[in-house]
């Protein structure tokens, strides 16, 4: 075989991702430079691995985005889709006001890369964290932290006041609404007696309201995904209101997902939406429903992990993605991007593997291909990976590190 | 509140997890000493968090190296379940030979904490795997590699032969036989074919055999399991059987595991298991039903997740672990360890969340209360996270790093 220019770099990259004594870390750094050098494309990334079509990402972030401007709504999508630095800043050059983040270990992750802006849409519980939230504040003013309980109000009040700055800190507090079964306080007068807490703190200060309806969001079909949405977000916007009547401020109403975005993007009083999915989109999403057929497709399937056949037998491949390489919690299986593998059935074969059955496939296989499915759901599947492979074309355009993959604390 | 001694050094070592702009690594570094010094106890650990009960790791541990050497069998533990250095560390302490890695990634990071006697255990399929694998095996050349297709096995030879070293390279392969439904090539003759044409090229030798019933570890019941058992792996020593006749050394067949480590220890011919969860034990492993009743208890339940209760209201009880903090992929849900809790109901509310159903439970929860679990599957549960805590009692003793989490390449 002549070896080419490309297929020389491509060699000579690929070889960067050999993990040596110097660590994994020191061989990531080399395969970003070789990606950033422009000499590093899509079949030199070792497998599974996780693959970001950039021009669908970005048509993706650019039509959320000319949404909500369209309609007056702020935009802070959701950090536990990418859990990425990178990500969140090309978000914010597309007109995102800042993140949300689960958990107050990915918060912090995203402020030390700069992002402000931040949500956090979990309670932060327990002396050690309420610490770690008051110095987040202190390095991030802007900072919001969700609460849903009395003495975690307190707890928060009482950290800030006991933490030595100047001017003195002021805690951002939104009430986390239980509209959606999850977590949060009920909606209405409960909310407001929290809200009244707050208010009489001097070391916090309510900045709104977390609406997130999960249940909402993944509703199957156009119409009864609407109408769940509608009704729980009013709830949201009368708890809001009568704030409003009782003499509290109550900026912000911060709620909605992917799949409600084009609803509650409607609905006066919601302030806010928080989406995740859509930027990188998944086969849950895609199942849900669109407001013009049974495929809800809104949003391009931008991001695929990639296997390579590694064992092959009459009518079967097994190919090096499983258990680890893919999220596991949704019924249905990861489907092939290539047409005519699309309804190649796959089945789990263990931790390590998936399993391709052929035997009704319209093509076969080899041994040694690679192979792209899109995942049945992005979050905990972006979670598995160290980094995020940005493609332009057949180009490795760059090597996004997926910073805060494993902070769920 | 009284501030002990034991509490302030709980509080200064519990706030050295915060991340801030030095990064993550920096803040697991302040931990882990903190932990070394003996200063970092189990309620201080930000959840969720994986834990090591280190006297029943190391009980397992103990149990399966003493059964193994008293039946003369080989000990080399998968490092798929643990991913660990450390871990794999104490396992050679306790009699292992080597290490599994079901990937090469793992292997190399294996390798460069100095861990010896590999078997990669998946085939290394692609120029730049296979170029990895040379370097690999000239840096530790007791590796063995794992293949079940001639083309693979040519290509190995002629990398191996394209490499410069003194003496020349010679790589050790296993054949992977198929007697579990996943990868392999057929026992018998097809296994013989290959194991001639690995005789008849310079630059690779025959290790032996590779054998692994995935199905077999994982049927329920012990009769049932053992038939099975006996049936597949008497397929691989046959085809050991077969080679030697052919006049073709065959010193190794390696296979078992945790759900048949008893049996297959006692087929003449198996020479070494390669068993992986015995050591942290898992619902999954427990349910498989043991030799004197319906619970497989061979082995203790070592490996936990703690969690912290985030969200309460009557009735229900929302903990910070969902998707992103308990392997998915069986269908049983994770188990409170605690006996009061430990059959209220778990479900799963997204990717950050886990909800308790407390309504028929003896005892309620406070908002705080930190739960831990038993976990459904642990090597896929083990990859989500960058450190495992290690409890003597109360006192973490030690944080080891899951060095190849993410390793699926």
Redesign the interface.
């Known amino acids: 075989m002549k070896t080419t220019r490309r297929a020389f770099l491509g060699?000579a990259a690929?070889?960067a991702?050999?993990?040596?004594?110097?660590?994994?870390s020191r061989a990531l750094t080399w395969a970003r430079r070789a990606a950033e050098r422009g000499r590093l494309f899509r079949d030199?990334i070792?497998?599974?691995?996780l693959l970001l079509d950039l021009d669908a990402f970005e048509w993706n972030v650019a039509k959320m985005a000319a949404l909500l401007k369209a309609r007056g709504r702020g935009f802070r999508p959701h950090g536990?889709t990418h859990k990425c630095p990178e990500v969140a800043k090309a978000l914010s050059k597309a007109g995102a006001s800042g993140s949300c983040a689960?958990?107050l270990?990915e918060a912090?992750?995203f402020a030390?890369h700069g992002i402000d802006g931040l949500l956090v849409t979990?309670?932060v519980?327990?002396?050690?964290?309420v610490?770690?939230a008051v110095?987040l504040a202190a390095?991030q003013p802007d900072t919001m932290f969700s609460v849903?309980?009395a003495?975690?109000v307190r707890d928060l009040n009482d950290a800030a006041g006991a933490f030595k700055s100047r001017p003195p800190l002021r805690l951002n507090l939104a009430i986390?609404l239980?509209i959606g079964?999850?977590?949060?306080i009920e909606p209405g007068e409960p909310a407001l007696e929290l809200a009244r807490l707050i208010a009489s703190l001097p070391h916090v200060r309510l900045a709104g309201l977390q609406a997130y309806d999960?249940g909402a969001s993944h509703t199957i079909g156009f119409a009864e995904r609407k109408a769940r949405s509608l009704e729980t977000m009013a709830r949201a916007v009368e708890t809001r209101r009568l704030l409003e009547r009782s003499g509290l401020e109550c900026q912000m109403v911060s709620g909605g997902s992917t799949g409600t975005y084009n609803m509650d993007s409607e609905i006066d009083g919601v302030t806010e939406l928080q989406p995740g999915s859509f930027m990188f989109m998944d086969l849950d999403y895609n199942r849900i429903g669109g407001q013009d057929g049974p495929v809800y497709q809104d949003f391009r399937n931008a991001l695929t992990v990639v296997t390579?056949?590694?064992?092959?037998?009459p009518g079967v491949a097994?190919v090096?993605?499983g258990?680890?390489?893919f999220?596991?919690?949704r019924p249905f299986r990861p489907q092939a991007k290539e047409a005519a593998l699309a309804n190649v059935p796959f089945s789990?074969?263990?931790?390590?593997?998936g399993?391709l059955d052929l035997t009704g496939s319209q093509r076969d296989v080899t041994?040694?291909d690679r192979i792209e499915f899109i995942i049945p759901?992005c979050?905990?599947s972006v979670?598995?990976?160290?980094s995020i492979h940005c493609l332009r074309g057949d180009r490795v355009e760059a090597m996004w590190r997926v910073?805060a993959?494993?902070?769920?604390?």
């Open positions: 060699t690929a070889s991702f050999m993990i040596s004594a110097e660590g994994r030199d070792p497998t599974p691995a536990k689960a958990k270990s912090e992750v030390a979990t309670a519980i327990g002396k050690a964290k610490d770690r110095r390095k849903d309980h003495q975690n986390d239980l079964g999850r977590t949060g999960g390579t056949v590694v064992s092959k037998r097994i090096d993605g258990y680890k390489a999220s596991t919690d789990w074969a263990g931790d390590e593997h399993r041994l040694g759901h979050d905990p979670n598995l990976y160290d910073a993959r494993g902070m769920s604390q």
